[in-house]
């Protein structure tokens, strides 16, 4: 996997300190690191977000200690702050931030295209072309961070990240590597006054240059077959895709092609003695223009007329493949983009294939809060509460039955916007975060509504790992990422300190859990500030537990007899272990998905479904 | 060389993934450059998932509409889903196994089944989920039974690999006994498709 052949590559390069909060499509890196982390000697940590990651990782790299980070696009954004001072202080150590990007957005709000923080923070970017080159892109870019001393940018995308591909290794990881390091007290450097930052600006902006002059060298940028009057620059997964389109369409002597590694500055040599020979260039890279605006600033400033197509041709959003390359190559040529691959048409089917959207999975603990969480308002008389939401699998909770999410914006967004709107509108509002996400970016809005006064429940949903990434331990895991035990910092403790009345439930226990929430939101409603966790292990977990130890989970059926096909557990908890088979008017259990959970027991009106299966004595085991 | 190329369809939680590095691993052993594209964070939750495994040199690694060789369809609707990567020639492996999601209405098996018969295309039915039950106990090895019938239903598989190669990939992705029972899964799967082929 790209990722796999990332870690590798830091490995291979001598890296002795890498931190990292998951996020996909990154999370592998780190749990390919965390996972050789003591044979490799090296530490690796899952930090509470990436800002701190990148802060921990940039002390090492500051302190001579070769170092990584990794995160998905968005998470750049969290570490912003820290990513613009390291380019003015800079680095005595080879020091990479791996961003993976999303093109498509296949697991993310947004598709944001992370080259343009190189530009934005001065920091080069090296961005590879398929998984292979990843390994060997990441040596190269902790070459260049180690002869700058600054800090360098790996962007790596969704189909690089997620993709496998035989690698084959070219160097060993080196035994001797330096883990102990030391500081500087260099204040000019790391106290970044004003007076200290505009020095340290110039030895930035130096380096800047100094890289788009010096590095038009393989492998940051590689030519093609010279000399041809048509040219195409390619950056990234792209170029992958334009050489096997210009293979297919039988046009690979017809073409310059520039494989651009270093987008991010682009060095200029090469690519103006491309400019100068080819008359018709095409910039293909996915996303923004970010190639094609410093090949068209390039040919302006040196008076090149060739023509220069980009994202006239080629598609700005989503993620490029094979198809839409060869169809923007044929577009440029001024060709009916005729391809070689003829599709069936759609089946005509009725009803349609239904959208199958992701699901929480059977036995999710999220089921249970929300079914909880709305059965208690209604109880304790909360009308129309407005639920906003976050980042994780709980997001689901958008779909129906639920509608248990109305916003999810970034991570933590749930109590700070909450915050803002129990200031502005009468609703009465519910912040719902996963425990994750609480550490990650939950506690200064949870102090910001106590200190401002707001009015809003948090409810943390405690699964007890990082779920939707893969079960990253976290804070409340008692786990570190090299499988350490380590103490737990409970969410309730955190909450009361602040000041909210904070009660915990097992969602499992649906009636008591119940009784307690519509406590809770009386009290809410009477003005109090109410804190609610619901801590219950991801079923994925208790499952994988089960089978590792041999228990055996019970699994319901549903008694014909007594069931009235009023279908309440299939309209209240949309199970995906609950199906209406074809014509039928009653609901089943499939029993190879059941986990025994029993909410579906509990919530049925008719008493209608029952153990069909006994767990062993001790299943309720598997969930703790 | 033009590249082989697989698309693997299927429900998040089936196995795709792991039916993905077995072909990966058999690759490696045939001595062919492959990529397979996955799909990981919220779409392993249940959702409609594809793999995309590309055998042969290059490393584009998206597999274009209308250009897969062979589709190994884990389940009826997300075969029906994807028929579109197919062309008349494609040759399509599937799980009689219709799984539809939470509260939706969906056409049912007999349909889709006419449906893509009524293309050209070349249609494989096993119950793999049946299949798996039998040799391992639970529906836990249907995706290997899968692998084992597309191979004997797919000649463009057969052309590059020796059965060998995928018995011995399921030895580098699983351990132990669990090895052992996918060997057999696929083994079934395989003699199954013998019948049809």
């Known amino acids: 996997m790209g990722n796999e052949a990332i870690a590798r590559g830091a490995l291979e390069a001598g890296i002795c300190f890498a931190a990292a909060y998951p996020g996909t499509p990154s999370t592998e890196i780190m749990e390919a690191l965390a996972a050789v982390a003591r044979d490799a000697g090296i530490y690796v940590e899952w930090s509470t977000n990436e800002k701190v990651a990148f802060e921990a990782a940039y002390a090492a790299a500051m302190s001579y200690v070769k170092s990584l980070t990794t995160m998905k696009h968005v998470g750049v954004n969290v570490a912003a702050d820290i990513l613009m001072s390291s380019a003015y202080a800079g680095v005595n150590a ?35 072309a398929s998984p292979r080159d990843a390994y060997r892109l990441v040596k190269a870019a902790y070459m260049l961070s180690e002869k700058y001393k600054h800090p360098v940018l790996f962007r790596s995308t969704t189909r690089i990240s997620h993709t496998r591909q035989p690698v084959t290794f070219e160097e060993d990881i080196p035994v001797e590597k330096k883990c102990k390091g030391r500081f500087d007290r260099d204040i000019e450097r790391w106290v970044l006054v004003p007076a200290h930052g505009r020095k340290q600006k110039k030895r930035m902006m130096e380096v800047w240059r100094r890289v788009a002059e010096e590095e038009g060298v393989e492998p940051f940028i590689k030519i093609i077959n010279p000399g041809m009057k048509k040219a195409i620059i390619a950056g990234g997964i792209a170029y992958s895709h334009v050489m096997e389109a210009l293979e297919v369409l039988g046009k690979k002597d017809e073409y310059t092609v520039v494989k651009v590694s270093l987008p991010v500055p682009l060095p200029y040599k090469p690519i103006l003695e491309v400019l100068k020979e080819s008359q018709e260039i095409l910039v293909v890279e996915e996303l923004d223009p970010v190639l094609e605006m410093q090949v068209k600033k390039l040919a302006y400033e040196n008076g090149v007329e060739s023509k220069i197509h980009g994202k006239d041709y080629v598609p700005i959003n989503g993620e490029l493949d094979l198809d839409s390359v060869a169809r923007s190559i044929l577009s440029f040529e001024g060709r009916e983009p005729v391809m070689p691959w003829k599709p069936l048409e759609p089946l005509h089917l009725e009803p349609p294939v239904p959208a199958r959207p992701p699901v929480m999975c059977a036995g999710c603990p999220h089921r249970n809060t929300y079914y909880i969480v709305k059965t208690a308002a209604n109880k304790a008389g909360l009308k129309d509460p407005i639920f906003t939401g976050d980042i994780g699998c709980y997001t689901l909770g958008y779909e129906p039955p639920f509608y248990t999410q109305m916003t999810s914006l970034e991570m933590g967004g749930s109590i700070g916007v909450a915050h803002g709107l129990s200031k502005v509108v009468d609703e009465p509002v519910i912040a719902v975060i996963g425990d994750s996400t609480f550490y990650h970016a939950g506690l200064p809005p949870s102090v910001n509504i106590i200190y401002n006064k707001g009015h809003a429940v948090i409810l943390v949903l405690d699964n007890q790992y990082t779920a939707m990434t ?132 509990q919530v049925c009106p008719f008493k209608a479904i029952e153990v069909f299966k006994e767990g062993s004595p001790n299943w309720l085991e598997a969930w703790k | ?47 409609s998932l594809i793999v995309q495994i590309r055998l042969g040199d290059g490393e584009s690694p998206l597999i274009p509409r209308g250009a897969a060789d062979l589709i190994i369809g884990m389940e009826v609707l997300e075969t029906a889903r994807r028929i579109v990567y197919a062309n008349k020639n494609t040759r399509i492996a599937m799980n009689k196994f219709l799984w539809p999601p939470p509260l939706a209405d969906y056409p049912d098996l007999d349909q889709v089944i006419s449906r893509i018969k009524e293309t050209g295309v070349k249609l494989y039915i096993v119950d793999a989920n049946k299949l798996s039950e039998e040799v391992v106990g639970s529906v836990i090895s249907a995706n290997m039974v899968m692998l084992g019938f597309a191979y004997a239903v797919d000649d463009g598989l057969k052309k590059l690999f020796e059965k060998e190669h995928f018995l011995k990939a399921m030895e580098r992705v699983f351990r132990g006994k669990a090895a052992e029972l996918n060997k057999k899964a696929f083994e079934k799967g395989y003699e199954e498709g013998l019948k049809q082929a």
């Open chain 2, 1 to 47: 060389m033009t590249r082989y190329n697989i698309l693997v369809t299927g429900v998040g939680g089936q196995g795709l993934l792991t039916l993905g590095r077995v072909v990966g691993n058999a690759a490696i052993l045939a001595g062919i450059d492959a990529t397979i594209a996955e799909t990981h964070g919220l779409s392993q939750r249940g959702g």
């Open chain 1, 94 to 128: 080879g020091f990479v931030i791996v961003s993976a990007d999303d093109p498509g957005q296949h697991s993310s709000q947004n598709e944001q295209d992370n080259r343009w923080y190189g530009m934005h923070a001065h920091i080069p970017v090296v961005e590879p």
């Open chain 1, 470 to 601: 893969g079960h990253q331990p976290h804070p409340g895991t008692g786990l570190t990422a090299m499988g350490e035990p380590t103490v737990r910092v409970p969410i309730e403790k955190l909450l009361e300190t602040m000041g909210y009345k904070t009660y915990v439930i097992n969602p499992m226990n649906v009636k008591e859990s119940i009784n307690i929430v519509a406590e809770a939101l009386k009290k809410y409603k009477e003005g109090e500030q109410v804190a609610i966790v619901s801590r219950m292990k991801c079923a994925l977990q208790a499952v994988r537990k089960a089978r590792k130890e041999g228990i055996k989970l019970p699994v319901y059926h549903i008694v014909e007899d007594k069931c009235t096909g009023c279908m309440v557990c299939v309209k209240l908890l949309a199970c995906p272990a609950i199906v209406v088979p074809k014509g039928a008017k009653k609901p089943k259990i499939l029993p190879e998905l059941c986990v025994g959970c029993g909410l579906c027991a």
